[in-house]
């Protein structure tokens, strides 16, 4: 990252932004992205230790789990909104101080008591926040993606992926040590704060001029409340929608089940279990850093089909593999065909920059009925088939995401030029 942060307004007085606030922007936006990754992590690699402490089922933690979710869908249907008030940057700044105190709060409340309500709560505003930050990170970088002239959501989202790997280690270190579960998660969401609010200095406004570029007016999207929900009347955006959420899914079952499966469906201990996650987030890391390359060979639709197919054949191996042991390469498989949905599906999402931030908080909220939905069906059917054969559910949704991959076409005339 650049060593002194652009002062200057997002675009300079010729309209366009120079070199230095460019790649300033981009490498911000890695460690943003790399900061929610850790978030996430820190707290999924925990849950078997939640889990202890409150003595709750497999049902139970489904509901509290619902929690992230719930809080998460709440965040998204206003995140829109959000953002056109107050712009991306801004929106981020406040979200990187709330997100990890509703983070915090759950870590402490799994301590001290513990307290099923107040680690619901906690982190229902860690959902929101952290919801409606993802939307704006998700406009800003593809705004980004069209000042820096290339694809490069995918690396983004492999940073994502970096921060969960480093919050899956450290989880599994704290696991290890026994460290309490408060002070793990308050030290994580003090880094959190302190390196999100020096990063967010570094963005620009999302509504920049590139050179050559005529200012766009704002149109019946950007406007108004109305307007801006309009956009959910779009079919390419409801497609691009059960892209993102079949992938979502995937993913998301990972971060919330793939630990307790590993050690329920499999007999490894939480200390392993926690290390089969970081197999899974690593396995998503080279799919995302290897997926820019193979956007720009093949296309965003082969691309996606070839992952939902890998998807699928990974979540077969974890659930009928008869070993540990075969189960990782299944969890490698899973990792790499989860990887590039949701970033391929935010860029799409994002091809028109007029229309950007409604489209992706549509999309975005569709994907996120993952995790809403996702959690409490998996428990229910966990807790009387077990949760590896709960995960079949993830099947179906993938293989609609391979369906609708045609919905992520490039546009004939792409924002985006090719590098």
Known sequence: MSATPPSAPATNA??????????????????IFALCGLALASWVSRLPAVRDELGASTLDMGVLIFGLSFGSILGLLVSSHIIARLGARTTMRWGFVIAPIGLASAGLAATVGPSFPVIFVGLAVFGAAFSICDVGMNVSGAANE???????????????????????????????LDVPIAAHIGIIALVIVALGQVSLRFLQDENFLADGDEPVADDDHSKSWRGRLSIWRDPRTLLIGVIVLGMAFAEGSANDWLTLAMVDGHGVSGTVGALMFGIFVTAMTVGRLSGVFLLDRF?????????????????????????????????????????????VGMSAAADDPKTAAARVSAVATIGYCAFLVGPPVIGLLGEHFGILRALLVVLVLVVAAGLASGAAREPKNPTVAEA
């Open 14 to 31: 010729a309209g366009a932004l120079s070199r230095h606030q460019v790649v300033a922007w981009r490498n911000a936006m890695f460690v």
């Open 146 to 176: 069209r000042a820096l002239g290339r694809a490069i959501m995918p690396i983004y989202h492999a940073f994502f992926s970096f921060g969960t790997i480093v919050g899956a280690g450290l989880g599994a270190l704290a696991e290890a």
């Open 299 to 343: 296309g965003r639709v082969p691309v996606l089909r070839g992952s939902a197919v890998l998807a699928i054949i990974g979540l077969v191996i974890v659930i009928f593999g008869p070993s540990a042991e075969i189960a990782i390469v299944g969890i490698v498989l899973w990792g790499l065909g989860s990887s590039l949905g949701f970033p």
